[in-house]
């Protein structure tokens, strides 16, 4: 008796992308790409429990919700679909989000249509499937956590990056002005630089945060 074939979503907001993974996944004998979703809200409203095995997730929508939100939506719920994150960004604060928001893995999309496979399979499987660099990513900030930046830290400077004003921050993260500028204290003494610029630069250039622009 031939097993049932692993089902899956793809979510991405580019339909070249979606039509490019489609045609890669549809050489696998045991895969079946039965959805797919143009943005995160989309994906949330279809994967639920039971109608797929795996979702392969974007982070970066048109959208309003982000990749690491859906993804915590989705695997909040019991018997959900388990999500692989398959973007273009390797950066400490895009991982941290879509590991803490629950996903089964993280890829890069210019991995081979093999690995992408093997990790489709073990993400099926209930394990964990990290692409090698973003494995050592992680791992390299838990021989040095002193020096690594927090989650909330990594949000705080990617808005900085991103031009956001002290105050725009504290609005978009919930936090008080005082906080965020107690978290920018510390990120500057974990980078060992003394100004927003210098702090985005020295970030961007360690991949911690998606470069501005």
């Excluded at 979606?18 to 079946?32: H, I, K, M, Y």
């Excluded at 019991?78 to 273009?88: E, F, H, K, W, Y």
Aim: charged fraction near 20%; avoid cysteine; hydrophobic fraction near 50%.
């Amino acid at each position: 008796m031939t097993a049932a074939p692993i089902r899956l979503l793809l979510a991405d907001d580019h339909p070249i992308v979606r039509a490019g993974l489609r045609a890669v996944l549809d050489t696998e004998p045991d895969f079946a790409v039965t959805g797919e979703a143009a943005t995160a809200e989309r994906a949330v409203e279809l994967a639920v429990p039971g109608a797929y095995e795996v979702v392969l997730m974007d982070l970066r929508f048109g959208s309003a919700m982000h990749g690491a939100e859906a993804t915590a939506a989705i695997t909040a719920r019991p018997g959900a679909p388990r999500v692989l994150v398959l973007t273009t960004y390797d950066t400490d604060a895009d991982i941290l989000a879509a590991v803490e928001a629950g996903a089964a893995g993280y890829l890069l999309k210019d991995a081979p249509p093999e690995e992408l496979a093997a990790a489709v399979r073990t993400a099926a499987a209930g394990q964990s499937a990290l692409a090698p660099a973003v494995a050592h990513r992680l791992m390299d900030r838990m021989r040095t956590p002193a020096e690594a930046l927090t989650r909330r830290e990594l949000e705080v400077l990617q808005l900085v990056g991103d031009g956001l004003s002290n105050q725009r921050i504290s609005k978009e993260l919930f936090l008080s002005q005082a906080t965020v500028k107690s978290h920018l204290v510390h990120i500057y003494a974990k980078l060992g630089v003394d100004s927003r610029t210098a702090a985005v630069a020295a970030a961007s250039a360690r991949r911690l945060i998606r470069h501005p622009g």
